[in-house]
């Protein structure tokens, strides 16, 4: 592949020389990219001035410094003059008179990449002709007809060389747009490498994919560019790429939070292996949509296999209860009341046990919406507090995050409560403190951090804390506390993990939820709203021309489609239940075949297991939502 791409550019070389007028090519930094032979003909420049790299001022400078634009004062001022006029970046024509008295016609044309091509052409044969036009024609008619022939001789070699040109500049602005639509347009960095581990070609899109990158890396050794860390992580790799084996693997960025997606081709000429290209891909937000789908499949799991003894269990024990108080009515001696008692307790922690084994293994909604993290916290505190008893100490911090971000709050708020219970009584009867803090990880997690002053986890408890009824409150304890933070916190695609503190030997629980930054309202526009409830139809009716839309309503299919065909209409927002024999989404469904695209959105408060929500087949927003919960859902599921 190397060998093509040295080829390729000495054939282009070659065919820019062939053409009889001067070009140019610079970069976005005004270096020079390609220049033919006839560019340093015409003016006559060394040698260093037209090698790949040179600096358009050194060319500005040289030639000012001859005398090519005539007399400019400040040569420094002028030269930067020109350099701003090139960062502008503007398409331009002009004509100038050399020293030499030669006049030339330049023309500029910005590439999409921010570089320019320039073709330079000798027009003194046309001025010439202009300049003996305006002479007395009587005096010079020989000398006009000598050099009309010359000019129409001229005009015409000018005529197919600018059709050679033309193509020329066609085929060089394809194959630069090509280039660049199928690597800066990429979600994905695109590099390559020399067996020295030196950047010889990137998107510049290293920044994008891993935060905080150079995005320049041209000659930059692999170990700048990514860090030390994850060079070192990363180097293995790339040593069996240069011995000819392609590889794609996943590594974590530590420094970003980032999950990245690597994939290593050599760049391979028969046994010659001169680099190897580098495709690196931000994978985030995919590996917590695969966590939250795993953990969600592992619930239906824990929920069939539930279900099918639930109703027997419940049964059992309504009986085993009946029949303790048949007990306990008995004349019994006081020994054989006590176990009455203990029976029927605990008979009804298995009631309980059962509650709880169905809030786990049930499907969850979550209900995201912007959430000010501080005053969420702030709530929390005030449920918080008096369940702790007065000699423990509970803190809660923010940091950096004023701003509102995406979340289902009443679910964070239930899991950090939940782990401040589970600090309270790692702490005991003994005074302690609780400290709860949150902070952004970059821009990738949101992180809620739970430290106490008890004795830590104990080895066996880092092993198995989440495993559904581990416990190490013995008798108290149902074992399905961090196991539902837990599930709660991979359902919305984050991580949970346990660890002691090295400065107190208290237990340390890290939440990260993925950092999702509110989306710009959607604009407002004509929304078609469809529910057959009228005080359900009311309250959203109000809730969208609050967010400035307006809305036209229907309780039925057959009420709606009297009125799809308004102008200007933007948005349909359907019930799934409706008034009539057909469905909100039967009804969606027969406008998209008819060829309606505006989009279309169903709400709903059947529960996700129904086949009638399951089945929709458009987004869906379950009942009951908020405000926030609406304006996100559209703004997540209607793109402007």
Known sequence: ?????????????????????ALSIYDRKLRLAVGNRQFQNMFDLPDHLVTPGAEFSDTVRFLAERGDYGAVGDIEAFVKSRVDQALAFEPHYMERTRANGHVISVEGHPLSQSGWVTVYTDITPIKRQEALLRARSEELSDQVLSYTEELAQTNRALASANAALEETKRELTEMESRTRLTTEMMPAHIARIDRDRHYTFSNRRLGLVMPGRPSDL???????????????????????????????FELVDDTSGR???????????GDDISGVYILSMDITQEAQARAALVQTRKRELAAQLTSGVAHDFSNLLTIILGLQSQLARMPLGEEAQKMVT???????????????????????????????????????????????????????STTDLDDPIILDAGAVQDGMLNLILNATHAIGNNPGAIHLTARPIRETWVEFRVTDTGPGFAPTALEHAFDPFFTTKGGEGSGLGLSMVYDQTKVAGGQLKLSNSSETGGAVVSVRLPLRKPLRPIAPRLVLLIEDNDDIRISVREMLTNMGHQVIEATSAEDAGALVDLD???????????????????????????????????????????????????????????HGELATFLSDEVRT
Do not use: C, W
Request: no cysteine; proline share 7%; hydrophobic share 40%.
């Open 342 to 396: 203990a029976t029927t307790a605990a008979v009804r922690r298995g009631g309980t046990l059962l509650d709880r084994i169905a809030s786990i293994s049930g499907r969850r909604e979550l209900h995201v919406e912007p959430t000010n993290v501080t005053d969420m916290l702030k709530g929390l505190e005030t449920l918080a507090r008096p369940t702790l008893p007065d000699d423990i100490e509970l803190t809660i």
């Open 259 to 269: 999950r990245i997606r690597v994939a290593l081709t050599p760049d391979q000429d």
């Open 218 to 248: 041209i000659g930059l050794h692999a170990s700048e560019a990514l860090g030390d860390e994850f060079y070192g992580r990363i180097a293995p790799y790339f040593a069996r790429a240069f011995d000819g084996q392609s590889s794609v």
């Open 1 to 21: 592949m190397g060998q093509n791409i040295t080829e390729t550019s000495a054939l282009t070389q070659a065919g820019l020389n062939l053409i009889q007028q």
């Open 568 to 626: 200007g209409l933007g948005l349909i927002l359907s019930d799934v239940i409706l008034d009539g024999p057909m469905t909100g989404p039967e009804f969606l469904k027969g406008l998209r075949k008819a060829g309606f695209d505006v989009p279309m959105l169903v709400m709903t408060s059947l529960p996700a297991d129904d086949p009638r929500r399951a089945k929709a087949g458009f987004p869906v927003l379950p009942k009951p939502f908020t």
